[in-house]
T-cell receptor, first 114, second 114 residues
Framework: GNSVTQMEGPVTLSEEAFLTINCTYT??????LFWYVQYPGEGLQLLLKATKADDKGSNKGFEATYRKETTSFHLEKGSVQVSDSAVYFC?????????????FGTGTRLKVLA | DAGVIQSPRHEVTEMGQEVTLRCKPISGHDYLFWYRQTMMRGLELLIY????????DSGMPEDRFSAKMPNASFSTLKIQPSEPRDSAVYFC????????????FGNGTRLTVT
């Protein structure tokens, strides 16, 4: 079946540090991959996406590359800010037997210290 | 566009009472999803609709939960009778029909059952 596994949090970094949040997936066929961000008291918001192998999604300094050979979609940012503190969710979408599935990881909490 | 609108933002009720959560999806979106988020279980898909028809309700916990979508611009999630273990944040999300479209989430309803 389809699943998403992302690293356990919380991740605590100092401002301007480099960020990596690991995400791997299992899926039949060719899923689309997403990163969402959730700020306190809000719903999830799309951060970036990639729809096929070797695609790179990017937004607000965050990047992730769709790696089919390693079934991974790791999130990176070169220099984090305090305002990046949030929970980050990796997700995939796929259609299986005519049913649309959107699978989320468990979320990784990021705390950035000034 | 106003985004996905959920009401109420907060609901506090006593065990045994009926609770109704409401959602207005983004205009033109053909898919609507109901999720539940808790610390223990993360983000769980309860049910989703396509063109107002329920497609997958396998995540609905039990018969106390029901969801309807009487038209393209409105959906409800009802819990009757409510129990303390139903306490969670309930999110509604919608997406367009286009392949690889992301989910757009509302800000959620925080339900507390005492």
């Amino acid at each position: 079946g389809n699943s998403v596994t992302q690293m356990e949090g919380p991740v605590t970094l100092s401002e301007e540090a480099f960020l990596t949040i690991n995400c791997t997936y299992t899926a039949t066929g060719y899923p689309s991959l997403f990163w969402y961000v959730q700020y306190p008291g809000e719903g999830l918001q799309l951060l970036l996406k990639a729809t096929k192998a070797d695609d790179k999604g990017s937004n607000k300094g965050f990047e992730a590359t769709y790696r089919k050979e390693t079934t991974s979609f790791h999130l990176e940012k070169g220099s984090v800010q305090v305002s990046d503190s949030a929970v980050y969710f990796c997700a995939l979408s796929a259609t299986t037997s005519g049913t649309y599935k959107y699978i989320f990881g468990t979320g990784t909490r990021l705390k950035v210290l000034a | 566009d106003a985004g996905v609108i959920q009401s109420p933002r907060h609901e506090v009720t006593e065990m045994g009472q009926e609770v109704t959560l409401r959602c207005k999806p983004i205009s033109g979106h053909d898919y609507l999803f109901w999720y539940r988020q808790t610390m223990m279980r993360g983000l769980e898909l309860l049910i989703y609709f396509n063109n107002n028809v329920p497609i997958d309700d396998s995540g609905m916990p039990e018969d106390r939960f029901s969801a309807k979508m009487p038209n393209a611009s409105f959906s409800t999630l009802k819990i009757q009778p409510s129990e303390p273990r139903d306490s969670a944040v309930y999110f509604c999300a919608s997406r367009a029909e286009t392949d690889n479209s992301p989910l757009h989430f509302g800000n959620g309803t925080r339900l507390t059952v005492t």
